[in-house]
């Protein structure tokens, strides 16, 4: 088959050759430029020489992914095609649709060997699956193709830029990982490893930083025209920073400067760094591994990290004003960015927790999902996160209630139930002078299982607790936030999708996430109030 479209390929060149030679009508000479052309591309996708372990990852994922049915999936979310996902790698925006690709492998539902999955999508909610990207086919990358970010070249090509892991033997027999940076370049589909990978290695580190710990290159084009990118990097303090390298190609890369440093404050290693410029301040997202919680902020364990500050532009250093957790809740991780073509910063993160992955649902063929696509904005220093608009066009069958007075009960209303829906409360006292102790949303719900919002507005603490999800397992299941705001008036939005909940506090000025396997059945949805609350909901199936 390649040798017979290479024949055609030559003949149709050769063609276009003579006919240039015999400046032959134009006319003439576009048809065969066309058939050139033509031919070139299927020519280009069918020697694109797919390796064997690719190729037997695409054949697996075909023949396995189809067989799980769309009703066990998320509706909205994005899960992988079949096997383990982790974090979401190459956002980005290419010849008119959105891309996705997510740390992958397709063989079981533990994390092993990575490769890179594939969706697609034209509104970030229905998302197609594509055949795998990236296998660890290389000597470079033979222990895997880690997170990376993708971009679209000046000749119409996509590049992704990821972390290629290899290993090395200590003197003491020892093994150990190391990290550089390689480029493959493809049409949306296929991609091919760059001849002269890696691009980035431990010779380009600035002095101290560990060439064990070097990974997850974000990606983007400057005003000035070049790409930059950001990589995730340890210094020999043994915490983590944020290093900058500039390419004019994508392809050769210079460092720049160390963007930002952690020195021992939030966890050890930064993973999966991002960074763009939002509502006139420069923001850096980040993943710390090892983090200690400060009062309700941070995690403990693997966490994330919202930084805002001003860019130094003579030192390229990020000068810091203020800090965060990126997500409140219980799953989150390793979130990343895009830029949509009408000008949103759009976040979506893996909505689960290396800490939390032993809560599972044991016989599912695929784990993890994506979080919802988020916008992102700075109000007065906070990062703000709220729904992709693209989601109120799913919205169906709303249904109201003002004012409902809850005094010391539970109560169910009626049409508000279900496992994929949008709901948004407004949640005030009865009576100022005397403010309800608790209040409480149970969803999720049947005799058996719930998972619960619930807010005390005398300490303003929000929890979600899905300890009855469900779950067999001791993990952590509650997380509480710190709402920011008056007793006078709470605002949620509950976005829930088959095997997962998202929290939207006061407008987006906090997010807490949490995966939940209860079973579909539980779509009940209660209210209680310890005292006396006054509730407005509205509620819409999402369809
Ligand atoms: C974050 C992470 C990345 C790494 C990838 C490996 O979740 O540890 O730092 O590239 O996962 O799958």
């Not at 197609?128 to 000046?154: Q, R, T, V, W």
């Not at 200590?170 to 001849?195: F, N």
């Not at 279900?418 to 999720?444: C, H, Q, S, W």
């Not at 920011?484 to 996430?513: C, P, T, W």
Request: glycine letters at 6%; proline letters at 3%.
């Amino acid at each position: 088959m390649k040798e017979e479209i290479r024949q055609k390929l030559t003949g149709a060149v050769i063609g276009l050759a003579r006919t240039c030679e015999k400046n032959e009508k134009t006319e003439n000479t576009n048809r065969v430029f066309l058939e050139a052309l033509t031919v070139a591309g299927d020519w280009s996708a069918s020697i694109f020489d797919m390796s064997e372990m690719l190729e037997k990852a695409r054949k697996y994922e075909e023949e396995q992914g189809k067989q799980i049915k769309a009703e066990d999936r998320p509706a909205f979310h994005v899960s992988p095609y079949v096997g383990w996902m982790n974090d979401p790698n190459g956002f980005s925006y290419y010849q008119g649709e959105y891309h996705l690709f997510y740390q992958y492998y397709p063989y079981d539902t533990h994390w092993n060997s990575m490769h890179w999955g594939h969706v697609v999508s034209k509104d970030l909610l229905h998302w197609k699956h594509l055949p795998a990207a990236l296998a660890p086919d290389e000597d470079y990358d033979k222990i895997g193709c880690f997170s990376g970010s993708a971009i679209e070249l000046e000749d119409g090509r996509q590049l992704l830029l990821y972390t290629a892991v290899d290993q090395e033997k200590m003197e003491d027999g020892t093994v150990r990982d190391i990290q550089t940076q390689a480029v493959a370049v493809g049409d949306g589909k296929d991609y091919k490893k760059y001849e002269k990978n890696p691009v980035l290695t431990a010779k380009d580190l600035p002095e101290g930083a560990s060439k064990v710990d070097f990974r997850d290159p974000k990606i983007w084009k400057g005003k000035d025209g070049n790409f930059y990118c950001v990589i995730g990097s340890r210094p020999a303090d043994g915490s983590g920073q944020i290093l900058l390298y500039r390419s004019e190609n994508g392809f050769d890369w210079k460092f720049v400067s160390i963007l930002a440093k952690n020195k021992k404050r939030f966890g050890k290693m930064w993973e999966c760094p991002d960074f763009f410029e939002l509502d006139g301040k420069h923001v850096l997202l980040t993943s710390p591994q090892d983090m200690l919680p400060e009062g309700l902020e941070y995690h403990n364990g693997n966490g994330t990290l919202c930084i805002i500050g001003e860019m130094d532009q003579d030192t390229y250093t990020l000068k810091e004003q203020f800090t965060q957790s990126v997500d409140y809740g219980i799953d989150f991780y390793a979130m990343q960015t895009l830029g949509t073509p009408d000008g949103r910063r759009i976040m979506i993160g893996w909505m689960q927790n290396w800490d939390t992955i032993a809560h599972r649902c044991n016989d599912s063929k695929w784990f993890a999902q994506m979080s919802l696509p988020r916008e992102l904005s700075v109000k007065n220093g906070r990062l703000y996160q709220t729904p992709i608009k693209e989601l109120d066009t799913m919205r169906k069958d709303r249904v109201e209630y003002n004012n409902v007075v809850i005094n010391n009960d539970t109560i169910s209303l009626d049409k508000i139930e279900g496992r994929t829906i949008d709901m948004e409360l407004v949640i005030r006292p009865e009576d100022k002078e005397n403010v309800y102790k608790k209040f409480a949303l149970r969803f999720a719900q049947n005799e058996r299982f719930h998972t619960e919002l619930c807010f005390r507005p005398d300490e303003s603490v929000l929890k979600i607790d899905r300890k009855f999800s469900g779950s067999e397992r001791a993990l952590v299941h509650q997380r509480r936030c710190l709402v920011n705001g008056d007793a006078n008036e709470l605002k949620l939005r509950v976005i829930l999708d088959r095997f997962s909940a998202e929290v939207f506090i006061n407008d987006g000025e906090q997010v807490m996430s949490a995966v939940i396997f209860t079973e579909q059945e539980a779509k009940g949805i209660s209210f209680f109030a310890e005292g006396a609350a006054k509730i407005d909901v509205v509620k819409y199936d999402l369809v």
